[in-house]
């Protein structure tokens, strides 16, 4: 089994209080689920945690990293951030940051799906 996929699997494990919890492979990488919502990416063996506006600051603070690659000759970097190496070492660590990661994505899932108002063209 390829190294990824032992982290992912370790990862999961982690994560087993998360009722449907299941990962899928993305871009050399994987991405985490709670049923649908996506919040958490694995690539090279680094958990990454979806942040926004008010979990960022929590983020920078311990100087975490968001994640970045290489795309068309620039380098995007998303949401998503290092997770704090004690998730690794402390289950409620785990639970703390797990859960701002998935308040940060279903905030950013609920914006997504608001239907913006028709202008009257007339």
Same mark, same amino acid.
């Given at each position: 089994?390829?190294?990824?996929?032992?982290?992912?699997?370790y990862v999961?494990?982690?994560?087993?209080?998360?009722?449907?919890?299941? +990962?899928?492979?993305?871009?050399?990488?994987?991405?985490?689920?709670?049923? %649908?919502?996506?919040?958490?990416?694995?690539?090279?063996?680094?958990? #990454?945690?979806?942040?926004?506006?008010?979990? *960022?600051?929590?983020? %920078?603070?311990?100087?975490?990293?968001?994640?970045?690659?290489? +795309? *068309?000759?620039?380098?995007?970097?998303?949401?998503? #951030?290092?997770?704090?190496?004690?998730?690794?070492?402390?289950? &409620?660590?785990? *639970?703390?940051?797990?859960?701002? +990661?998935?308040?940060?994505?279903?905030?950013?899932?609920? *914006?997504?799906?608001?239907?913006?108002?028709?202008? &009257?063209?007339?």
């Open positions: 089994m390829p190294r990824d996929n032992e982290f992912v699997s999961l494990d982690q994560m087993a209080f998360l009722h449907g919890l299941h +990962a899928r492979a993305m871009f050399g990488g994987h991405g985490l689920y709670q049923d %649908e919502v996506f919040f958490a990416i694995i690539v090279d063996d680094m958990l #990454y945690l979806k942040a926004n506006d008010a979990t *960022r600051a929590d983020f %920078e603070a311990k100087g975490l990293s968001p994640f970045s690659y290489a +795309a *068309r000759g620039k380098t995007m970097t998303m949401q998503y #951030y290092e997770a704090p190496a004690e998730v690794f070492e402390d289950a &409620d660590a785990m *639970r703390l940051w797990t859960n701002k +990661a998935l308040q940060a994505a279903l905030m950013s899932k609920a *914006r997504k799906s608001k239907v913006k108002p028709i202008s &009257d063209a007339s």
